[in-house]
């Protein structure tokens, strides 16, 4: 239970600086304009990753495990973009809205967005690389 917290809090600090560096990825508050519900929203969201990350993720790392040996692990990075568009997906499939990224919507995907999600992921996971470590350093994960 406490990694799933202390993932779910990178996760959302993680979110938290891709959408303040890349314009075409928004986190739109949620029920509302203030700062608490715009907190809500980065963790509903964080939730919706840990949860993409921990369940589909390695099942897709298993398939693709012959790309991985190809690429010298490089698909990983075109992976986790196609994760965060899965993110966007479900979050608009829910009816929440809330995460979205320009080009990405339920009816399609433009080579924008993945161009984007690519560029958001690689972001987040130098991010949630670094953020581990000081979690372990800290002995709180």
Not at 66 to 94: C, D, E, K, Q, R
Not at 112 to 138: D, N, P, Q, V
């Amino acid at each position: 239970m406490k990694r799933f917290i202390v993932g779910t809090v990178i996760n959302c600090l993680g979110l938290w600086l891709v959408t303040f560096v890349i314009p075409a990825i928004k986190i739109a508050p949620w029920g509302g304009e203030t700062t608490w519900n715009l907190v809500a929203s980065f963790v509903f969201v964080g939730m919706i990753f840990g949860l993409v990350t921990a369940i589909v993720a390695p099942v897709i790392k298993v398939l693709a495990f012959p790309l991985y040996i190809l690429t010298f692990g490089l698909i990983s990075v075109l992976i986790n973009g196609a994760m965060l568009l899965l993110v966007a997906w479900l979050s608009s499939a829910i009816k929440a809205g809330v995460f979205s990224i320009d080009g990405a919507s339920l009816s399609g995907v433009e080579s924008a967005a993945f161009g984007w999600a690519i560029l958001g992921a690689l972001i987040m996971s130098i991010f949630t690389f670094f953020a581990r470590a000081a979690f372990k350093a800290m002995k709180l994960l």
